[in-house]
């Protein structure tokens, strides 16, 4: 069944685009994230143009991480004051993220930095969750004793704030810092970010990881939120009707994928996250570097 | 004064049978010859709506002559409305990375460009005719801006061809009874919206004879208009709209699938 998109001007499948919602929503149930970075190269390779794939894609997220945000919330696993400062830091990253983003859109560029960008930072996340993940799994029963978090140069930063939900008392740069660089690639790369906001907390700003998923989730809905209302005034670039039919399928694949995630053990999702992580970045990077089927490109003039 | 008067009465002479209105003989106007041409569109009107994957452009008429080689040949041209283009140049980047390089500017590219006949062109009309009346793909006019070169020309109505905008002869005019003849015109899904110039002409002997032209108008319906109207004329209503949309949607969806 063929169903044209109001705002990407071209006509496609839609039991395709509900397959897809379904398939990333399983997969981003099964491993607890977003699926934003797997679902804008999908759209890309089925032919959406980027921008409408990277405002849509926003657009989606945020639609996929409400539910989530609220069940987190009533189980009290949100920190509302870090969740605000990160998403202070969120809002001027997206806000900056998308005036790159038009800015790279007039140069012809988009199209090759919505690909670097998710090369160089699915590559590093997906080599990271690999290494770590295998790590735990051979080190499997010779448990170390863990300190609750470390204390190193982060901690002697000035502006300190007592994080309750958190037991953290850190300065609020890094927080802010953390937001603002995840903002950023979320306006940039249409994703929610949770994928390297999840890391950061836990790794960066030593945060318990009772409240990383739902104070990330907090962070995701609202920096999305803001991603979709800029795409959508200044890149005019948000496809509602794309966004629905992919939520549509998603939310569905989530709750089953949901469910048989709560069968694998915690290693093995995350080794098996990170290769598909590497598979998205390694097909992106294939596209960048084999020859292009036509020498020459054409777009619209802005 | 007498030698202005005399001209002046020569000339009243002159006029004065015509001013009287007593000549019965008016010159009886050369009977009207049957047009040699008439064309119709079956639609003046296509609709994109949700459901739209492309369409095609049907344009029928008669010929005051057998259609053929000896008698008179049709030949169908529809023009688009004109959209400003940028065609980019890959390049290697340090031999590694294909990255868009040079670009040239087109300003006003025709969005579609489809011609039929019941010939092909050549054999239809000698190329200065075509030149002159601007038929067929080799004479859309394109005004080059920025880079230089005949390779974004070429390479601008490479991409337009592959993407269906632009078509070249891809199925000759049917004839039936003779006289009756009916093009069809492919319109692909992403076609842009506006007004559509069709124009028939009528060749004899290698030469134009007659030519009409009609217009069709593509638009954007129901639905499917209506987004897009809001998004352009809205966009912070409709940036808001997507929001909430979407975390209703996903709000709903959580519930209706919930499991367990």
């Avoid at chain 1, 395709?16 to 797997?38: A, E, T």
């Avoid at chain 2, 041209?77 to 500017?105: E, F, H, Y």
């Avoid at chain 2, 579609?112 to 092909?120: D, K, S």
Wanted: with cysteine; glycine share 12%; aromatic share 6%.
């Amino acid at each position: 069944m063929q169903v044209y998109l109001p705002i990407a001007e071209m006509s496609v499948d839609a039991l395709l685009l509900l397959g897809i919602g379904f398939g990333v929503g399983w997969l981003s149930g099964l491993f607890g994230v977003g699926g934003g970075f797997l679902l804008t190269p999908l759209l890309i390779l089925i032919g959406i143009p980027a921008p409408v794939a990277v405002g849509s894609g926003a657009n989606q997220t945020l639609g996929a991480s409400v539910s989530g945000l609220i069940a987190q919330w009533r189980r009290g696993n949100v920190d509302p004051r870090m969740g605000t400062v990160l998403l202070l830091g969120g809002l001027a990253g997206s806000g900056a993220g998308v005036q790159i983003f038009a800015l790279l859109r007039s140069a012809g560029q988009v199209d090759l930095a919505v690909s670097l960008f998710y090369v160089v930072i699915l590559g590093t996340v997906g080599v990271l969750m690999m290494r770590e993940s295998l790590t735990a799994i051979f080190r499997r029963g010779r448990a170390r004793p863990r300190r609750l978090h470390e204390h190193f140069w982060i901690h002697g930063l000035p502006l300190k704030l007592r994080f309750r939900k958190s037991r953290l008392y850190i300065s609020v740069i890094p927080p802010l810092l953390v937001g603002f660089g995840v903002g950023l690639l979320s306006a940039v790369m249409g994703v929610g970010g949770g994928f390297m906001l999840v890391p950061a907390m836990i790794y960066l700003l030593g945060m318990p990881t009772s409240v990383v998923i739902g104070t990330s989730l907090f962070q995701v809905v609202f920096v999305t939120a803001n991603v979709t209302f800029l795409q959508a005034v200044q890149v005019g670039s948000v496809d509602i009707v794309l966004t629905l039919l992919l939520l549509a399928g998603g939310v569905a694949g989530a709750q089953f994928g949901a469910a048989l995630g709560t069968r694998l053990r915690g290693e093995e999702t995350r080794a098996l996250l990170g290769l598909l992580v590497l598979a998205v970045a390694g097909s992106l990077l294939w596209d960048l570097l084999r020859p292009p089927p036509s020498p020459f490109v054409m777009g619209p003039a802005l | 004064m007498i030698r202005v008067a005399l001209p002046l009465l020569a000339l009243l002479g002159l006029l004065l049978p015509g001013a009287a209105g007593a000549q019965p003989a008016r010159p009886v106007p050369p009977p009207v010859a049957p047009p040699s041409l008439a064309a119709e569109l079956s639609q003046s009107r296509i609709e994109v709506t949700t459901a739209f994957t492309g369409a095609e452009i049907l344009v029928f008429g008669a010929t005051e002559r057998l259609i053929g080689e000896e008698g008179d040949e049709v030949l169908v041209q529809a023009i688009g409305p004109i959209q400003p283009l940028v065609v980019r140049q890959k390049t290697q980047l340090a031999g590694l990375i294909w990255v868009n390089g040079a670009s040239a500017r087109f300003n006003r590219v025709p969005g579609y460009w489809a011609v039929a006949g019941t010939r092909p062109l050549v054999d239809l009309l000698p190329l200065p005719d075509r030149q002159a009346h601007r038929i067929g793909l080799g004479q859309i006019p394109l005004v080059q801006l920025g880079n230089q070169g005949a390779d974004f020309r070429g390479a601008l109505a490479e991409l337009k061809q592959g993407a269906g905008h632009w078509v070249s002869e891809a199925q000759p005019i049917g004839v039936s009874g003779g006289r009756l003849f009916h093009a069809r015109l492919p319109l692909p899904a992403t076609t842009p919206t506006g007004e559509y110039l069709v124009q028939v002409f009528l060749i004899r002997d290698r030469r134009i004879l007659a030519r009409q032209e009609l217009t069709l108008v593509v638009e954007r319906s129901g639905f499917t208009a209506w987004i897009a109207q809001v998004a352009e004329d809205a966009a912070v209503l409709y940036g808001i709209a997507c929001i909430l949309l979407a975390a209703l949607a996903g709000w709903l969806g959580s519930v209706v699938f919930r499991r367990g």
